[in-house]
């Protein structure tokens, strides 16, 4: 099950999200608009969802959530942006890294 986040998750939304993968959760998190979305197979599936809801492509970053470990990862094909100068899967500027991880933990974290 794919979540859109825009207010702190609750512990049901978390245990829905992990369904798939079993021990963390792939993301596609909006910096822009401070929201993710959560869930399900491919972090593509994730960024659909977003831009669905009117994200725009340029702000929206692959993640994933370990719960049990509060950590972020950061790597993710969705992340793949030689016009943003990222070259790789995982997200190389660090400011965008630690925009992504305040929106996990703004949004996920804690529970």
Known sequence: MIYLIKEPASQKQIEEMLE????????A????RGILAGG???HADCEAVLLEDGSLQTYIWGADWYPLTQEV????????RPRQNNRSMEIQDSVIR????EIVQQ???GL
């Open 29 to 32: 998190v909006d910096i822009e």
């Open 107 to 109: 949004l996920l974290g």
């Open 73 to 80: 990862g950061y790597e993710s094909l969705i992340n793949i």
């Open 40 to 42: 399900g197979e491919l």
């Open 98 to 101: 630690q925009q992504v991880a």
């Open 20 to 27: 798939i993968l079993g021990s963390y959760i792939k993301l």
